[in-house]
T-cell receptor, first 115, second 116 residues
Framework: DVKVTQSSRYLVKRTGEKVFLECVQDMDHENMFWYRQDPGLGLRLIYFSYDVKMKEKGDIPEGYSVSREKKERFSLILESASTNQTSMYLC??????????????FGSGTRLTVV | AQKVTQAQTEISVVEKEDVTLDCVYETRDTTYYLFWYKQPPSGELVFLIRRNSFDEQNEISGRYSWNFQKSTSSFNFTITASQVVDSAVYFCALSGDTGTASKLTFGTGTRLQVTL
């Protein structure tokens, strides 16, 4: 069964900490995405990557960075966590080009709380 | 820019009622793709359907049906005879046909609560 795995389901971090959210996919997909989900705002794209070492900013990249050293792994980095980054973070992957029938494959999400 | 609007924030129905979730989209692409995803309490988004912009045929899958109308830029989702297991947040999403990565633009979601 194909999967996108996010390393943590729940995470609590302190303000100012550097936080790493990890995402691994086993489908050999070129594209990977990080979204955050907030009530009333839906899913908003933070960053995406269409190849190893390639990255592009999404709609809300401020306060975040990403790393993609290997095709299967896409990391989201909060350089200095703040309370307004408390959110659900969703990772997704897809093959390149025209969306396949299923669109993206999503991970289960990481609920991050910054205190 | 692409935009997806789900005006209904939350809907509550009693089991066996029919319910329609609205989705209105904006795009300048001539070819585009529309999706519906379900997010149950477990959190993982589950794919329900994809519709191409050049295929306006409506679709039915069991209790689920989708009405795609290009003239009104809408892609509405109807659940017939709703069940408690349908309780979830439902997202409508839109993707264009350009660039190396096809980004999905999501609506804000509609929370559906089905009670006994």
């Amino acid at each position: 069964d194909v999967k996108v795995t996010q390393s943590s389901r729940y995470l609590v971090k302190r303000t100012g900490e550097k936080v790493f959210l990890e995402c691994v996919q086993d489908m050999d997909h070129e594209n990977m995405f990080w979204y955050r989900q907030d009530p009333g705002l839906g899913l908003r794209l933070i960053y995406f990557s269409y190849d190893v070492k390639m990255k592009e900013k999404g709609d809300i990249p401020e306060g975040y960075s990403v790393s993609r050293e290997k095709k299967e792994r896409f990391s989201l980095i909060l350089e200095s966590a703040s309370t307004n980054q408390t959110s659900m973070y969703l990772c997704a992957s897809s093959p390149p080009g025209i969306p396949k029938d299923y669109g993206y494959t999503f991970g289960s999400g990481t609920r991050l709380t910054v205190v | 820019a692409q935009k997806v609007t789900q005006a209904q924030t939350e809907i509550s129905v009693v089991e066996k009622e029919d319910v329609t979730l609205d989705c209105v989209y904006e795009t300048r692409d001539t070819t585009y793709y529309l999706f519906w995803y379900k997010q149950p309490p477990s959190g993982e988004l589950v794919f329900l359907i994809r519709r191409n912009s050049f295929d306006e045929q409506n679709e039915i899958s069991g209790r689920y049906s989708w009405n795609f109308q290009k003239s009104t830029s809408s892609f509405n989702f109807t659940i017939t005879a709703s069940q408690v297991v349908d309780s979830a947040v439902y997202f409508c999403a839109l993707s264009g046909d350009t660039g190396t990565a096809s980004k999905l633009t999501f609506g804000t979601g509609t929370r559906l609560q089905v009670t006994l």
